[in-house]
T-cell receptor, first 113, second 113 residues
């Protein structure tokens, strides 16, 4: 049973436009959510997170939105840059301290010049 | 800062062989974990440790052993390698119980023939 789902395996966006990556979850106990970015042959790199007590968190070009009633979160990147081309993973935790993460399948984002 | 260091980067084994994947972190993090990533899937938690001398199972622990004799090191042992264990393995660490993100190593790509 996939508790965290990223239903879009890939996404292509023009440079300078907004990229929106989506993630759905089923476990109501999840209270902390993260987005990781991964380049080939490297480990995932933390991008941004959000606690369930918030509905938005912003860090520079990256904003994460959380809709608890819909069990949905999204990552907005604006403006998109070529260096943003990577695989993005959504992850969730139901445990204080975010020790045990459950990951989505990932979305491959390609930014076209 | 070295961060999280995994060795080896690549390994090919024959079915039935055993081996140890090494993971070391220099950030004095209490929490360490091992994940595996398979094609089309997100990272799945194998084992984790909340401190020296304490380990516990994650989502997919079968066929793997871990130990945590020091804060810095968290080796993952494959007891008798099987083709189903062909995967990319990531080690991660994080500090304390706060909602700090996990930091990942660059992975070990393991092939079992």
């Amino acid at each position: 049973d996939q508790q965290v789902k990223q239903n879009s395996p890939s996404l292509s966006v023009q440079e300078g436009r907004i990229s929106i990556l989506n993630c759905d979850y089923t476990n109501s106990m999840f209270d902390y959510f993260l987005w990781y970015k991964k380049y080939p042959a490297e480990g995932p790199t933390f991008l941004i997170s959000i606690s369930s007590i918030k509905d938005k968190n912003e860090d520079g070009r990256f904003t994460v939105f959380l809709n608890k009633s819909a069990k949905h979160l999204s990552l907005h990147i604006v403006p998109s840059q070529p260096g943003d081309s990577a695989v993005y993973f959504c992850a969730a935790s139901a445990q204080q301290g975010a020790q045990k993460l459950v990951f989505g399948q990932g979305t491959r984002l390609t930014i076209n010049p | 800062n070295a961060g999280v260091t995994q060795t080896p980067k690549f390994q090919v084994l024959k079915t039935g062989q055993s081996m140890t994947l090494q993971c070391a972190q220099d950030m004095n993090h209490e929490y360490m974990s091992w994940y595996r990533q398979d094609p089309g899937m997100g990272l799945r938690l194998i084992h984790y440790s909340v401190g020296a001398g304490i380990t516990d199972q994650g989502e997919v622990p079968n066929g793997y052993n871990v130990s945590r004799s020091t804060t810095e090191d968290f080796p993952l042992r494959l007891l008798s390698a099987a083709p189903s264990q062909t995967s990319v393995y990531f080690c991660a660490s994080k500090g304390g119980n706060s909602n700090q993100p996990q930091h990942f190593g660059d992975g070990t790509r393991l092939s079992i023939l």
